[in-house]
């Protein structure tokens, strides 16, 4: 396989970019090699600057739900485009986006755009300490809620990924409201609450994907909804991955709960940069202007971002691809267990929706501490064997796998041939 450009681009993005990255888990670090170097994409595909083409299950980490350069999106993209960039001023756009977003979440009067997901969760922490004017949040080990201070303790995603168990230059007073407990464990909610009464909200991912995808069980997040209720605290569900990625209503509707504050991101934005927290009136009435909650952004609201979301979300609720997804999920389930099988390697598979991913280990997935018992390096030979087969995975054990409305069966097919080869080379190691 020919890379020649991908490492031509890797020493020279190392002079004035950090890594040659603008986001740690793109590093490759965790797999070894250095990151390819993407040209273009198209529908479900996505081709480096060798002109090696994959099938692309990392979706630029979950927004390109439809594939890449929908027809739709692209066509609002460019009508949005003449009318003027950015006003720093409200626009209709912003109203239509909303009102989707409001209705799609029962419970949700009113939202608030940002511009990606870690400010959607930064104020969303802010705003369920301003409504109930207490201070400790409670976040679940493994869930990843994005990089301000206060989340960066026993984090998924790219803090797993590295291997660390924060990050420096975290001031320790930042996480001494934060407390930790293990995901689908409610004891070790409740044993928090039994110590401390100024616990302003739980914040988890209902189903993540930054630890790789773990479902939570139902008495879990029902006792956990009933709780937070019973304590007068807030239930914040980080649906930036899940949400309208799961079902239209994000994983609340499948699961059947419904949050207090839902934050939002990457499927909203149609591939830009949107992310978004929403809740009852009650709460969000603390915002400014109406509240005295402050949180602003020069861009947030992006009439182009607006643009891509509203045609994105419009895409979806016109074409319902829901049941489909998961015949999808169900059928690369299939392939990588009857592979694994076969090989005789070791391998659990979690999947929710079109978020999927294998586990090399024999342990059931429950939680991040049952995660961590896969073998990374079985995965990182994995994600080159499917490299040299023509698919484009997220570098990582502990980010989940995405599929787009574009995977059809000749996609199916080829992945069924990459994964078949990759287990085989897996098990020869
Ligand atoms: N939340 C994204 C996936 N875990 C982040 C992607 C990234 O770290 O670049």
Request: with cysteine.
């Amino acid at each position: 396989m020919n890379t020649k450009n991908s490492e031509k681009l890797y020493k020279k993005g190392c002079v004035h970019l950090v890594g040659a990255v603008n986001s740690p888990v793109r590093a490759f670090a965790s797999v070894g090699g250095n990151p390819l170097f993407i040209d273009k994409a198209k529908g479900a595909y996505i081709k480096d600057v060798d002109g090696n083409k994959y099938i692309d299950l990392v979706l630029s980490y979950g927004p390109m739900i439809l594939g890449h350069r929908n027809n739709k999106v692209e066509k609002s993209v460019s009508q949005a485009l003449k009318k003027g960039t950015s006003f720093g001023a409200s626009t209709n756009a912003e109203i239509k986006l909303a009102k989707i977003v409001c209705d799609a979440f029962p419970g949700m009067d009113k939202v608030r755009f940002v511009n990606s997901g870690t400010e959607a969760v930064l104020s969303a922490i802010r705003l369920a300490r301003a409504h109930t004017g207490k201070d400790k949040i409670i976040k679940f080990s493994g869930c990843y809620h994005g990089h301000m201070d206060a989340m960066l303790v026993a984090a998924g995603s790219g803090l797993a990924t590295l291997s660390l168990p924060g990050s420096k230059g975290v001031p320790s007073q930042a996480v001494e409201n934060t407390l930790i407990s293990e995901y689908n464990n409610l004891e070790s909610v409740k044993a928090h609450f039994e110590k401390h009464d100024d616990i302003a909200a739980v914040i988890l991912e209902p189903v993540t994907g930054n630890m790789g995808v773990v479902q939570p069980s139902d008495a879990f997040i029902k006792g956990l909804r009933a709780l937070t209720k019973e304590k007068n605290a807030l239930l914040i569900c980080d649906e930036v991955m899940t949400g309208f990625r799961s079902q239209f209503g994000g994983a609340q509707e499948l699961i059947g709960i419904e949050a207090d504050i839902t934050c939002l991101g990457k499927v909203i934005g149609g591939g830009f940069p949107v992310g978004a927290y929403g809740a009852s009136d009650e709460i969000m009435n603390n915002v400014a202007p109406l509240g005295g909650m402050y949180q602003a952004g020069t861009l947030s609201g992006n009439p182009i971002a607006m643009a891509a979301g509203i045609s994105t979300l419009t895409a979806l609720k016109n074409k319902n691809p829901y049941k489909q997804f998961e015949k999808v999920a169900e059928q690369i389930e299939e392939m990588l267990l009857s592979s694994a099988k076969k090989h005789g390697v070791a391998l659990k598979v979690n999947r929710f929706g079109s978020m999927i991913n294998p586990f090399f280990t024999n342990k059931e997935v429950t939680n991040f501490a049952d995660a961590q018992t896969s073998d990374t390096e079985k995965f990182a030979q994995f994600f080159w064997a499917m490299i040299k087969n023509g698919v484009f995975l997220p570098p990582s054990q502990f980010e989940a796998w995405f599929l787009s409305t574009e995977i059809k069966e000749r996609e199916l097919e080829k992945l069924a041939v990459a994964i078949e080869k990759s287990m085989e080379m897996v098990s020869s190691i």
